[in-house]
């Protein structure tokens, strides 16, 4: 390891094995490079005796370098705001221990609802129906009982027992969770399948566990395509599921509102709308030109921030890319706003100042501009707005319907320069800023003048 370590030019692929019939894969364009990489030694040097974390002195880093996949899940956790970096390594092992045992006691429960939950195995088919009856799916029963084969006769027998075993479901939060199973199974089977890691049926079923486990606990969002492509790092990363659970929910604390349905919209159209008046901001006549094209309501970028252009790069480039925005955007409050409600949370800690230092840069450009109306955009927003305004004279020269958007950004798969692409986004989101403070105080001085 020392000796990987010590190349300069480690392509961080290299950690994440691709199978040898996939040769299509995109191909990494980040490197792992000593002195530039947070290293194990650099991490550990961030820690004092009673294991408080100075996060600040590790996010420069890991904006320049990325993480050395030896320590990625554990600085993940922090960045995701899993852990407070005010609190002693003692804090923090009992919170781990009790983050285990609920999530346990979620599985536990999933397990009572549906066998196959924690079994090892997981199904493709449906095994309800929205009324709450047991389907008898030769696809499920196979899944469920794949040592016997399925004959016509002991088909038949195993459909009879499961009938009278199996009487009507009238829990319409049960039949919802169970009506979202097998479409776990059918992304999982298609998730990463180009990795080593995934040859092997128990990590299938780990991660079909979690986002089953995810489905339950979190019911108004409930299971959305893409969520596997966000939870399967976190599987690869975490040995211990309970800890890839939870690492997950805190990426979801950011990203649920983009799986909500409300009636027919998908929350995700916020962000789009978010993203159309950024580039209304800072590229006019691109915007224009989208909108007389009929792509006013930006749909084509909506995979980008879905499964935060998981598909744009490769599988260690987009590890680099999701670090180096979570970086950028940490706010050292970030576990204390998870921890506690708004109304639960003393008036004195509400509105106190941060630590600059303690902020990421895109956080600290925020702060530094005054803004106080509504939250701040995310990162990934910006992100994908320099990836049009990179594509900007393509777009307006040879783009003649939205069909040609798409292809024109199709070509940006597997072609991402994730460092190239959060520079971009840093120096939007501060000609974004600055332009609607200048906007703003037009507005205000005409205000006033009337």
Not at 216 to 232: I, N, P, T
Not at 239 to 256: G, I, Q, V, Y
Not at 392 to 401: I, Q, R, Y
Request: charged share 30%; with cysteine; aromatic share 10%.
């Amino acid at each position: 390891m020392n000796i990987l370590w010590k190349d300069p030019g480690l392509p961080t692929d290299s950690f994440y094995e691709v199978r040898a019939e996939c040769t299509d894969v995109p191909k990494t364009k980040f490197k792992i490079k000593s002195g530039k990489t947070l290293s194990v030694r650099k991490w550990q040097s961030a820690f004092s005796p009673e294991g408080y974390l100075d996060i600040g002195q590790t996010l420069g880093r890991i904006y320049r370098g990325g993480i050395h996949p030896t320590i990625r899940g554990e600085v993940w956790e922090f960045l995701l705001g899993c852990f407070d970096p005010k609190s002693t390594t003692e804090e923090r092992e009992e919170i781990r221990l009790t983050r285990r045992e609920e999530y346990y006691r979620l599985k536990e429960l999933c397990t009572y609802m549906f066998p196959l939950v924690g079994s090892g195995k997981f199904i493709t088919a449906p095994v309800i129906t929205e009324d709450g009856v047991a389907t008898q799916d030769p696809v499920v029963l196979l899944e469920a009982n794949p040592e016997n084969l399925m004959t016509p006769t002991n088909q038949a027998t195993v459909a009879s027992n499961s009938t009278t075993s199996c009487p009507k479901e009238e829990d319409k939060k049960i039949i919802q969770w169970k009506l979202t199973l097998h479409q776990i199974g059918l992304d999982v089977v298609r998730t990463d399948r180009t990795l080593v890691f995934y040859e092997k049926q128990e990590n299938l079923a780990k991660l079909w566990d979690v986002l089953s486990v995810y489905a339950w606990f979190d019911k108004e969002v409930g299971y959305g395509q893409g969520m596997s492509d966000l939870c399967s790092p976190m599987i690869m990363l975490l040995e211990d599921e309970a800890d890839a659970f939870w690492c997950f929910e805190r990426l979801m604390r950011r990203l649920r509102g983009n799986f909500k349905c409300v009636g027919s919209s998908v929350g995700v159209e916020s962000q789009l709308c978010n993203l159309a008046n950024v580039i209304q901001v800072v590229d006019p006549k691109l915007h224009a030109h989208l909108e007389h094209l009929g792509g006013g309501d930006y749909l084509f970028a909506f995979r980008m921030l879905m499964v935060l252009f998981r598909r744009e790069v490769s599988f260690g480039d987009s590890l680099y890319l999701w670090e180096m925005m979570w970086a950028l955007e940490y706010d050292p409050d970030l576990y204390t706003q998870y921890e506690e409600s708004d109304s639960e949370r003393p008036e004195d800690a509400k509105g106190k100042p941060k630590s600059s230092k303690q902020c990421g840069k895109f956080e600290r450009e925020y702060l530094r501009s005054g803004a106080k109306v509504g939250e701040p955009l995310p990162i990934s927003v910006f992100l994908v707005a320099s990836v049009l305004k990179e594509k900007s004279v393509k777009l307006l020269t040879e783009a003649k319907g939205l069909d040609d958007v798409v292809k024109i950004l199709n070509d940006t798969s597997g072609n991402l320069d994730a460092r190239k692409a959060c520079s971009g986004a840093m120096k939007l989101h501060k000609k974004y800023l600055k332009k609607v403070k200048m906007e703003k105080a037009s507005a205000e001085k005409g205000s006033a003048a009337t």
